[in-house]
């Protein structure tokens, strides 16, 4: 009954338009929540003991750092409280707890540090309850926070200044890995000159995205795999219009879009078409850098519009899903075996096994597409998304840089203890939840090791236990191809996508990811516009020169105004 | 039964047939969506995913409803669910009933009932916002207990308003018969208006029970673990609501869940299931009505 | 007197529950203060900077806000009559059936939609209208060319207020069902004698016995005025149809995206109950003045 559950809302009207605007971590592309990565740094050399531990000085649990403080362990034993996103129902030894698991205990005895679990929950609801606890003041001594949180906190002055502890405590390792970024991810956690969190590494495997298109219609209808956005173009047309699967009926999709499509997010999403952008040189959505240096937003530049008209072109001609923007299930086409190409990440697997499942002879391949001068584009993601903080007046802040200094080793297995952990145990079981410490390209050197392994040039055994089980996999599937699917995927995205992200792209940074005073007023109403219209004009309800008024109202409305302070703040930084 | 001892004459088999019908499809209509999330949570996710369960299940298996219920959680939930209905539906019932009867007096009987009565209303418009809320639950200590989920909604007052609304319809007589035989407030709302207000009461049970039954989000911010949540707050966030910009690809175990739509049908079909359960029990009430006859003196 | 004599005890008999409101309803409305402020995580409500009525300017500068508030109220207008009229028509019609097993059926049958979700709900909508669905493949037998209804912004509305209805009708009747099983029989019995037809008796002594719940929820939807049903509409929407379907609840959502805006949240939801509560009043006045009744 609608009165009575309007009701119910109303009762917490004000509230539930707090509670959602909590419940959006989207658009900044961070989010605290369940870090997920389940990165065991497995990654790296093969040989766990190897060689990625900066210049060969692998800190020894006693702690090499000579003199003064011990960067692995508290002289006395410390109890910090906090709370966590965990992974729902991920799975732990017969009985272990969230709060008491190989993890936390391997953590207690390194750092002397024992954390009190003050709750946790999965997914949105940790993140809406995080930021609930945060806006009540109800913080817990150490947490790991998304960058708007992050600066809120940074700005109210709730966080204690790392600087000098990060000075003090700060392992070799630890700065190594911070080095590899050139600093960017301290200056991330830098806030007016104070390091105020303990910044992670993002994947930028996530950042890629790719054209995967039917290579059995393509051998089909005798296509070559696209080298160009024109070939996408002709490809599609083909499979368009000349029945690829055979059924006699004009009823495949070209390809694919959503209702988030027109844009370039930093993070490669599935059915948006960052990579004809890209091909076009155009980042819409982004703050980046312009040929002569300044910062400017992507979605007004020409490029977008150039972008946009072949997009309109293609819908136009039907080679683009008509219904793309209305779709609530954006896979439906691939998955049900009409769509010949989407756009995507690279860890496309679980929706392929779908499209497999029901498609047998279907078989999906990842391409990139460079721009008119034969360069591969990639805008990436930023450096650093997610922190972890002590909170103002903390007794022991050190605790913060001597659990990310063990937490660092024991993911990249120097500290030679490390290896008696489980790594297929989920990551949020860490004692404040999964940070990714990864290195940056830990995707490619699982990819790497899982390829030297299968080709016989290392010893499976080892292997660490993650890429072991993709190894596992992969043998198993080799042997009936296919023949499981959930094995399949398993491993999958490791081999021809994960090959894929070791091309040489042309790397874009977007410049600011977070916000300004003015955006946090007209942005909304700015951004309203811009899908607006960028949607209306692939769909052909406005001429593409609606782009051009669509230009000076973002300029007037406000636009101008945010690009200086954007200018501003970057410059700031600086 | 009013309907029955009513008039047969009037009314062809043909308007009887055609009201039939007509309720035939309102039923159809009505069934079709619930039908159809019925057969995807039975169906396998590929086939689901491709958009080819329509009517019957395809390729039909029970993995979502292991997913679910499998879990060591599962039953835990359902006995907090269980629990919360069963404290906060009580409560909500006492508080109704002792709020609803002095509101329905007159302004006569009772000068201060429209001050009361506007208070009430002003509460249900208004809202200090769930910060507050949840400052105020945590120092009263009751965080993470079975209270943090009944007592800050124990007075449902759409159902106050509801019941005092029944109450005021009675016939008039009745107080002033009560009154005449010397009747205090008490025995005439527990035995002259209680006996009456079956349907509505049944009414206002039932709104309760599915309000506790389906809330989630105070599940979610008062309980410190998911083995405190309750049933719906449980099946939430097993369907992991995912936004791909917030994901690191990595881990597979979370990219599965994504676009699970068996799941997330078996999670309706599983909070459904109890809730039609009991529905009979309260449904007799407010369907065929009550011997209002017994009382007319 | 003797009512005096009782007024303890009806005070009594509300006492508890007064007292669980202010302790979880009245004191926590000191939150409504963040309306009023430049509200900042980390800082809380005795830290962020007071600005007035900002927020609440802010609000009516949006550029479109005049086309938000107009859907807001459309939307929400048209599920009330909607919803006013189509569960008691129901209600009434299903009253008339003689056989109880197919009553009862019905009753249970319609009453479960209420249970999905909007999630799969819009799912099955976005299916239904599709260029290839059950709609389209009608509207094509029909001689006419298919239409994309949920791009469409003459269409989007109505599509929200049905699907809406098709959801909530059959537990919203549940309140008709109850009233109906509580009018007397002895009115019945009386019409009758008189010689009353059944059409009759629906017009004399069913519909005027409705009356008092009808319009009470008529007047209580009312306050809902700027209520249109966040999660429906965000789960159905697409930016080709905000100019018909975006409200003041999927806007302030989108606000949120950008940056976490409690005070300009708070001030919104606090607009919006003021509303509410404005046009309740104004409809009990309205019904005490002309019609010489009190709703409450």
Redesign the interface.
Known sequence: MRTRKAWGALAMSAVMAAALLSACSGSNGSNGSNGNDANDGSAGGSQPSASESGGGQSPSASGGQAGAADPYKLPDPVEVTTFKGVTPNAKLPEGDTVEDNQYTRYIKDKTNISFKLLWYASGQDYDQKMKLAVASNDLPDMMIVDEPTFLSLAEAGQLEDLTDVYAKYAAPLTKELYASTDNKALDKAAYKGKLLGIPNISVQADSVAMVWVRKDWLDKLGLQPPKTVDDVEKIAKAFVENDPDGNGKADTIGMTGSASALSAPAKAAFHNFKPIFEAFGAYPGNWIKDSSGNIVYGSIQPETKAALGKLRDWYQAGLIDKEFALRKDTNEPVVSGKAGIFMGPWWAGGMLADTYKNNPQADFEPYLVPDANGKINNLLVPVSQRFIVAKKGMKHPEAAVVYANTFIAAQRKTDPDALKLDFTIDATYWPIGNATFDYADAVERKADALKKALAGETPPDSLTPEVKALYDNAVKDKASPRSDLTVWKSYYGYTTPADLLKTDMNKMYGEFTTTTKTMGRKWANLDKMEQETFYKIVMGEQPLDAFDKYVSDWKSQGGDEITKEVREAVASVK | MSVLVRNKTFGSRLSEGVLLAVMLLISAVSLAPVWHTVSLSFSDNAAAAGGFVKFWPRGFNLESYRKIMVEPHFLHSFLVSVERVLLGGAINFALTVLMAYPLSRSGKEFPLRSAYMWFLLFTMLFSGGVIPLYITVKSLGMFNTLWALVLPGAVPVFNVVLLMNFFRNLPKELSEAGYMDGAGPWFMMLKVFLPLSLPSLATVTLFSVVGHWNSFFDGMIFMRSVENYPLQTYIQQLVVQLNIADLDSTQAELLEKISDKTLNAAKIVVSMVPILAIYPFLQKYFIHGIMLGSVKE | M??RA??K???L??L???A??I??????????A??FQD???????W?SQWIGFENFT?MFQ???SAVIFYNTAFISLM?MIA?LIV?LV?AI????????S????????????????W??????I??ML??NGIVNQLVKALGFDPV?F??SNRWFPAIIVGS?I?K?F???A??Y??????????L??AA?MDGA???K?LIYVTLP?LM??VV??AT??I??IL?A??DQIF?LY???V??SG?II?T????????????GF??A???M??LV??IM?VLSYRIAYKYANYRI?
Do not use: C
């Open positions: 003797r009512f009782y007024y005890h009806y005070h008999m509300l508890p529950g007064i669980l409101m302790v979880f309803h009245v004191v926590p409305m000191l939150g409504i963040i309306a509200f900042k995580i980390g800082r809380g409500v830290g802010y949006i550029h479109d599920k919803h569960p129901f019609l299903l009253n008339e059936v003689r056989i109880r197919v009553k009862r059926w019905v009753q249970t049958i319609v009453y479960v939609p209420h249970f999905l979700s999630v799969i709900l819009a799912s099955v976005s299916d599709s260029l994309m949920l791009a809406d098709w909530e059959g537990f919203a549940i309140i069902l109850a009233a109906l099983a509580g009018i007397n029989p002895n019945y019995e009758e037809s059944r059409i008796q016995s008092p719940t009470l929820l209580l939807s306050g809902n209520n049903g966040f789960n697409n930016p080709l905000y100019s975006d609840d806007y302030v959502y989108r606000v949120g995206l950008v940056q976490a805006q409690y949240a708070t919104v939801g606090l919006k109950s509410g509560f309740i409450f």
